[in-house]
T-cell receptor, first 111, second 118 residues
Framework: QQPVQSPQAVILREGEDAVINCSSSKALYSVHWYRQKHGEAPVFLMILLKGGEQMRHEKISASFNEKKQQSSLYLTASQLSYSGTYFCGTEISGGSYIPTFGRGTSLIVHP | DTGVSQDPRHKITKRGQNVTFRCDPISEHNRLYWYRQTLGQGPEFLTYFQNEAQLEKSRLLSDRFSAERPKGSFSTLEIQRTEQGDSAMYLC????????????????FGPGTRLTVL
């Protein structure tokens, strides 16, 4: 039931855009997005609920396609501070309150 | 600072020893979660409390692992007879909890306890 994230890694120059995808084999109730920097705890970015709207956090936005059972995270005009590993966590419809996390997408932003 | 705190931040132990970790959630957060994270992986769910009740445990949680949240505030995770495979980062997270019925909760993670079993 672990969601699949793609790509595994992204290398960007400052100012470029990136898309990170998260897909599930099960119908989803919600998708959580976190960013984790090396040696630190995951930090919450946003949560998308079934039937909800696209969310935005500064220049980062996300969408949730319930039919395709997937979510995408869009990073616009990336900044150096965006570097880190991005995890999606998915809650299955009819399941518990606990998200299952993907293996992460490593994002490196160069000057 | 009113975030989630964990103690200790690092623990080195010998195989076969018992270890205990503590987590202090954000005050008034009803839900508390324990995760384990190894290199290159996302957090893996271990167990979850709603107030003092332990509502769910992962199959990953062998009988060597036990968790408590006696008064619905802080929680402890104990690992007995540690094995080298237990080496990992142990993360605690808390969330406010829904007002009733189902709600998707934002989880706030603590800094983690890094366990090394020699």
């Amino acid at each position: 039931q672990q969601p699949v994230q793609s790509p595994q890694a992204v290398i960007l120059r400052e100012g470029e855009d990136a898309v990170i995808n998260c897909s599930s084999s099960k119908a989803l109730y919600s998708v959580h997005w976190y960013r984790q920097k090396h040696g630190e705890a995951p930090v919450f970015l946003m949560i998308l609920l079934k039937g909800g709207e696209q969310m935005r956090h500064e220049k980062i936005s996300a969408s949730f396609n319930e039919k395709k059972q997937q979510s995408s995270l869009y990073l616009t005009a990336s900044q150096l501070s965006y570097s880190g590993t991005y995890f999606c966590g998915t809650e299955i419809s009819g399941g518990s309150y606990i998200p299952t996390f993907g293996r992460g997408t490593s994002l490196i932003v160069h000057p | 600072d009113t975030g989630v705190s964990q103690d200790p931040r690092h623990k080195i132990t010998k195989r076969g020893q018992n270890v205990t970790f503590r987590c202090d959630p954000i005050s008034e957060h009803n839900r508390l979660y324990w995760y384990r994270q190894t290199l290159g992986q996302g957090p893996e769910f271990l167990t979850y409390f709603q107030n003092e009740a332990q509502l769910e445990k992962s199959r990953l949680l062998s009988d060597r692992f036990s968790a408590e949240r006696p008064k619905g505030s802080f929680s402890t995770l104990e690992i007995q007879r540690t094995e080298q495979g237990d080496s990992a980062m142990y993360l605690c997270a808390s969330s406010p909890g829904g007002l009733g019925g189902r709600s998707a909760d934002t989880q706030y993670f603590g800094p983690g306890t890094r366990l090394t079993v020699l």
